[in-house]
């Protein structure tokens, strides 16, 4: 009867001192009573135990100059896995990789675009535009050769899309085999949510499906213009994005042999050069007649590449869950610990060490992890984690641990993952796009409520945020995903200041070597997003069916199929 009154009176502590954890909270009717929230005690006690500190330590060291940025395939990015596999292990979790060990091993090749590379771009009139790399243009061969030549006719194609479903088709059954084709990013702009989902980015607008339609068309090689405004960020992305080596999952198949993107400026030349305008060729692709060009110009491109097969690693631990029948189960966490590493042609400080991206992710996977391991009860499903590797070389980790789970993805039902949660104080809202495509959602929403935190939806979805990250990977598979994030309000400030935090960290950091650790770093809101995501977990290990997509929704055929 003692112990049974110590857990009550823990409950009720813990209850009362969680933010929100009361009656008539933000996002529900005045003096409503918020759904209960079915965590056990011993899941409240460990909930209680995620400390902001914890979070800081974490990424105080992740991104220390001595990682060197965190490179995949790279001393610093190794450490960073040991790092994480020998936390994992001391929080007592079981490995969960290859051969009883905590890493999977992800095969790997790094191609590095040689200076020995000539892009020129030959129009029909005037001179030949001989490119600057990463200054004017970026370019990848794709076939993972040493070498290879393309000497082929440029044609615009628009978008770059076909998608049945929205009755749109920049391809118009031109044939662009052995092509060179010149696209925009994005997608066609629209208000209406049926077409292309209005503001918010499918993945048609992606580059990743750019290529891939490219390649399915017969295609030798794609050129984007890049657009600050089209693509959410700027040319400084792209070029740190694509400067040093870059890595790829083995080659199964064709590929590119160029795949590029060019500056606006360039394109401007191009076009001017063969009789059009770029700025009516942009407007002329919104439309639904538009059909493909012939620009009369080629591109002639001597790709010379240094090519790298190795390994990189996931770290993937375990809790076992405690229901005999449910623990072949498992709700998954996943955060991505590369970053971009050292890049030796840049003066003065030339490690990118990736401090919110995504040592914050890690030190929230880290934390939620040691939580869960000192909880005094375990969930019913087991609980993955994921530590993966190669997010910033196109969410190559992940991809690699969907086709290959510890756990089959069918049995998977659900992953949080946490991407970028920069350290700003404590939120008042939460971020979670994608998960109202989930039938977890109405869970979600009781959960908000008792947290007291407003859900804000996708401050930026022209941005296409939900298919930039690891839980793509996952929905990709079939698994409900969706990453957990702020919003823009936080405590003391409007969400105007929320905003400028975003853009500020956009223009000034993100992907550049001034993504730094700095002591006066708030991760009270860091350690909010751990406590919801534990509760969020717990839950989702705890409900009496797996967690599924919305019907309708694009990722519910692979669910099925993976069932």
Request: hydrophobic share 40%; with cysteine; charged share 20%.
């Amino acid at each position: 009867m003692q112990g049974m009154t110590r857990i009550i009176s823990l409950c009720l502590v813990v209850c009362l001192s969680l933010p929100g954890w009361s009656e008539g909270m933000a996002g529900g009717p005045k003096g409503a009573k918020a759904p209960s929230v079915k965590l056990p005690g011993p899941a409240f006690a460990a909930l209680e135990t995620i400390n902001p500190e914890h979070i800081r330590w974490h990424v105080r060291y992740l991104s220390h100059d001595l990682l060197e940025g965190r490179g995949t395939g790279q001393r610093g990015g190794d450490i960073a896995a040991e790092y994480i596999a020998t936390q994992f292990a001391e929080y007592g979790l079981k490995p969960a990789g290859d051969q009883g060990s905590y890493m999977q091993k992800v095969p790997l090749v790094g191609i590095t675009t040689l200076p020995e590379t000539q892009f020129s771009i030959v129009p029909k009139q005037g001179d030949a535009l001989n490119l600057k790399p990463l200054d004017e243009f970026v370019a990848f061969d794709h076939t993972q050769q040493a070498q290879s030549d393309v000497d082929a006719e440029i044609v615009y194609v628009g978008y770059g899309i076909e998608a049945p479903e929205y009755n749109w088709n920049d391809y118009k059954g031109v044939d662009v085999r052995g092509k060179v084709l010149l696209m925009l990013v994005n997608e066609p702009p629209s208000e209406d949510v049926k077409f292309f989902k209005g503001k918010a980015l499918t993945y048609y607008g992606r580059w990743t499906y750019k290529y891939e339609e490219a390649l399915r068309k017969g295609a030798v090689g794609v050129i984007l213009i890049h657009q600050t405004q089209m693509a959410s960020y700027p040319w400084e992305v792209v070029r740190n994005s694509n400067s040093g080596e870059k890595s790829f999952l083995k080659r199964e198949g064709g590929a590119l042999n160029v795949a590029s993107w060019i500056q606006l400026d360039v394109a401007k030349r191009l076009a001017s050069a063969s009789g059009m305008d770029l700025a009516k060729m942009m407007k002329d692709a919104q439309s639904r007649e538009f059909h493909p060009a012939t620009l009369g110009a080629k591109l002639k491109a001597h790709m010379v590449s240094k090519v790298r097969n190795f390994e990189s690693n996931n770290v993937v631990a375990i809790l076992p869950g405690s229901d005999h029948s449910l623990a072949a189960e498992a709700v998954l966490y996943t955060a991505h610990y590369d970053h971009l590493g050292i890049r030796p042609d840049l003066p003065g400080d030339n490690i990118f060490n990736g401090a919110d991206d995504n040592a914050t992710g890690c030190g929230i996977l880290l934390e939620v992890a040691r939580a869960f391991g000192a909880a005094g009860q375990r969930p019913k499903r087991s609980i993955l984690f994921a530590a993966v590797t190669a997010e910033e070389q196109g969410l190559l980790g992940s991809e690699y641990f969907g086709k290959h789970p510890p756990i089959a993805a069918g049995k998977i039902s659900l992953d949080l993952n946490y991407d970028d949660v920069p350290p700003l104080g404590a939120p008042e809202e939460v971020e979670v796009s994608g998960a109202e495509r989930t039938t977890f959602y109405p869970a979600l929403e009781a959960m908000a409520r008792q947290f007291r935190l407003a859900i804000r939806p996708d401050a930026q979805p022209e941005a296409g945020s939900y298919y930039r990250s690891d839980h793509f990977s996952l929905a990709h598979v079939g698994i409900p995903s969706f990453s957990i994030g702020e919003g823009t309000k936080f405590k003391g400030h409007t969400a105007a200041w929320g905003l400028a935090q975003q853009q500020e960290y956009v223009e000034k950091r993100y992907h550049q070597p001034s993504d730094e650790y700095r002591p006066e770093m708030d991760f009270v809101g860091d350690a909010a997003m751990a406590r919801f995501g534990f509760a969020l977990g717990w839950e989702a290990a705890s409900l009496p069916s797996l967690v599924g997509w919305q019907h309708g929704d694009e990722f519910e055929a692979a669910r099925i199929k993976s069932q």
